[in-house]
């Protein structure tokens, strides 16, 4: 099955700076690439996604790119902001419903 | 709104006990999943179902089974609860009638196993 990796674990940035989270994929088939957000105590809920015929995607301070080659993709958070802290997956898919997602990365951002 | 709702929210039970978490949803989407997250693990698919007679295997199926009573209803079942399935679980549905694929999780259910 498909196999998520996702870089790093923890991510701590000051109020302003960018916050940028790496994932690679083992399955060259897929062809769907979501991010989701859970706030403490929250359900995760959709950021973002991206398809496999596109390379970019972004949505105000928010972005995903995608390197189907190397069969990695990235979420990058610019002027991050206090209700930026959050734990952030990344999920990929060969249709549309089965999501294998990463393991999380856990976003504290400083005032 | 409509919404996706778990219950109960938190869970407390014994070795060897069956216990059975419910999801209810009102949006009248069609596909209905459950996940379990676990620290360092993130989400891990149990089951999935496309309508009432339509249920799958997901990732991690052993010692969990589903029943879809009907389109808004999707409950797990623990037939035989363990320690490691110590958990948070999540309900979501997702309609593919839509342009998008997101998926709508429900609160979650904390269920503890002792």
């Known amino acids: 099955g498909e196999n998520v990796e996702q870089h790093p674990s923890t991510l701590s940035v000051q109020e302003g700076d960018s916050a940028v989270i790496k994932c690679t994929y083992s399955d060259s088939a897929s062809n769907y690439f979501p991010w989701y957000k859970q706030e403490l105590g929250k359900r995760p809920q959709l950021i973002i996604d991206i398809r496999s015929n596109v390379g970019e995607k972004k949505d105000q301070r928010i972005a995903v790119t995608l390197n189907k080659t190397a069969k990695h993709f990235s979420l990058h958070i610019t002027e991050t902001q206090p209700e930026d802290s959050a734990v952030y997956f990344c999920a990929a898919s060969k249709d549309d419903y089965k999501l294998s997602f990463g393991a999380g990365t856990t976003v504290t951002v400083r005032a | 709104d409509a919404d996706v709702t778990q219950t109960p929210r938190n869970r407390i039970t014994k070795t060897g006990k069956r216990i059975m978490l419910e999801c209810s949803q009102t949006k009248g989407h069609d596909r209905m999943y459950w996940y379990r997250q676990d620290p360092g693990l993130g989400l891990r698919l149990i089951y999935y179902s496309f309508d009432v007679k339509d249920i799958n295997k997901g990732e991690i199926s052993d010692g969990y089974s589903v029943s879809r009573q009907a389109q808004a209803k999707f409950s797990l079942s623990l037939e035989s609860a363990i320690p490691n399935q110590t958990a948070l679980y999540f309900c979501?549905?997702?309609?593919?009638?839509?342009?998008?694929?997101?998926?709508?999780f429900g609160p979650g259910t904390r269920l503890t196993v002792t």
């Open positions: 979501a549905t997702s309609d593919p009638r839509r342009r998008t694929y997101e998926q709508y």
